[in-house]
């Protein structure tokens, strides 16, 4: 039976994967959109900082320094210059310095390619124990690169699953890695899907101001939808395109 605005947050999520693994196109697991290693610094570059600045400081920062030791290796604050485009450069520089350093000197190389072999839970603890690397860097980290089942949620995530009643109004961003998770099939490539179409959701109709409801297929059961425009009615619902369409714009990375 279809989720309603009544469904219990389960019901709400598994409704909300079914609803956008129609709306958006599917993902699948065969090829990591970068290395792990690139992911884990990416990432820490991204905190409050747009995808193309994020992109901006990691290739200015290895155009200065050639490779990691060499970013390891340089004067902090240069580094903080090269990577001037994120938001706190001032603070991220020593923090990836340390994080390089830490790999380098448990590992003796800079790969992570070894938690692979390592449980879930091993590999949270240990990338969780690094400086500055949350909850959402560690999962995007190992459902990404290493396929292990774990869900990140950012703020996109985090608004829709609020909005929608899959976690509650006061549910922070931290728990709702766990609750959500708990909702969901302990399989990477679900955990994929819900994460990368909910992130897209986010970014692309369910704004943080004035969400684009009208093209949304997750009216029918949107706790915001139903307190803002009351249940959605037939000729709404009838109303809703099938699918993204790309004449709206590219689906971010
Ligand atoms: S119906 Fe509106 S508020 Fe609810 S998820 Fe869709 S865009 Fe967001």
């Known amino acids: 039976?279809?989720?309603?605005?009544?469904?219990?947050?389960?019901?709400?999520?598994?409704?909300?994967h079914a609803a956008l693994n129609r709306f958006y196109p599917p993902?699948?697991?065969?090829?990591?959109?970068r290395s792990p290693m690139r992911e884990l610094i990416s990432t820490v570059l991204s905190h409050r900082t747009t995808h193309a600045d994020e992109e901006l400081a990691y290739d200015r920062m290895l155009e200065a320094f050639g490779d990691w030791a060499g970013v390891l290796a340089a004067?902090?604050?240069?580094?903080?210059?090269?990577?001037?485009t994120t938001r706190w450069p001032d603070t991220q520089a020593p923090r990836i310095q340390e994080i390089l350093r830490r790999i380098k000197a448990e590992r003796g190389?800079?790969?992570?390619?070894?938690?692979?072999?390592?449980?879930?839970?091993?590999?949270?603890?240990?990338?969780n124990d690094m400086p500055g690397i949350g909850l959402k860097t560690a999962s995007l980290v190992l459902l990404f690169n290493f396929h292990k089942p774990v869900l990140p949620v950012d703020?996109?995530?985090?608004?829709?699953?609020?909005?929608?009643?899959?976690?509650?109004?006061?549910?922070?961003?931290?728990?709702?890695?766990?609750?959500?998770?708990?909702?969901l099939p302990k399989d990477a490539l679900?955990?994929?899907?819900?994460?990368?179409?909910n992130y897209w959701h986010g970014q692309q109709i369910c704004f943080f101001l004035k969400p684009n409801c009208a093209r949304c297929?997750?009216?029918?059961?949107?706790?915001?939808y139903q307190e803002h425009f009351g249940p959605a009615t037939l000729e709404a619902l009838a109303a809703t395109p099938a699918h993204w369409d790309e004449a709206w714009g590219k689906l971010p990375h």
């Open 155 to 183: 703020a996109h995530v985090h608004r829709v699953a609020q909005r929608v009643g899959m976690i509650g109004p006061k549910v922070s961003v931290e728990k709702a890695h766990q609750l959500l998770l708990e909702q």
């Open 27 to 33: 993902l699948t697991l065969d090829k990591p959109r």
């Open 75 to 84: 004067p902090t604050a240069e580094l903080a210059h090269a990577i001037r």
């Open 217 to 224: 297929p997750l009216k029918g059961f949107c706790n915001y």
């Open 109 to 127: 190389e800079f790969s992570l390619d070894f938690l692979s072999d390592w449980t879930t839970e091993q590999a949270m603890d240990w990338l």
């Open 190 to 197: 679900t955990l994929l899907n819900f994460h990368k179409h």
């Open 1 to 16: 039976m279809p989720a309603t605005y009544a469904s219990s947050p389960a019901e709400k999520t598994q409704e909300n």
